[in-house]
């Protein structure tokens, strides 16, 4: 079993940065495809980036491609996500989650682990 855990929301302006970064416990952090979730009231959670265990084949959202980075340091334990030119749009719950096995990326049901979230506000 995996547990996950988000950090590094915040409040910023538009245009700014922020790096989330979530910590997972487990011995085999590295054979577990990662992504990255956001989510606003009322409106479904959404993909946003995944990665795979050993850091290759990343994919994004349309929406945050060129803006978003995903990278993870097996060796820490943790994924991260870069974030930079953020818009007010961006503004969200994010959502860090663990995939033990294979399945699309960008779905929901693919993943097993989640974490409880971090608030990103991007003032406008």
């Known amino acids: 079993q995996v547990q996950v855990a988000e950090s590094g929301g915040g409040l910023v302006q538009a245009g700014g940065s922020l790096r989330l970064s979530c910590a997972a416990s487990g011995r085999i952090f590295s054979s577990y495809f990662m992504g990255w979730f956001r989510q606003n009231p009322g409106k479904e959670r959404e993909f946003v980036a995944a990665i795979s265990g050993r850091g290759g084949m990343p994919d994004y959202a349309g929406s945050v491609k060129g803006r978003f980075t995903i990278s993870r340091d097996n060796a820490k334990n943790t994924v991260y996500l870069q974030m930079n030119s953020l818009k007010p749009e961006d503004t969200a719950v994010y959502y860090c989650?663990?995939?033990?096995?294979?399945?699309?990326?960008?779905?929901?049901?693919?993943?097993?682990?989640w974490g409880q979230g971090t608030q990103v506000t991007v003032s406008s």
């Open positions: 989650a663990a995939a033990s096995i294979g399945g699309r990326i960008d779905a929901e049901s693919t993943y097993d682990y």
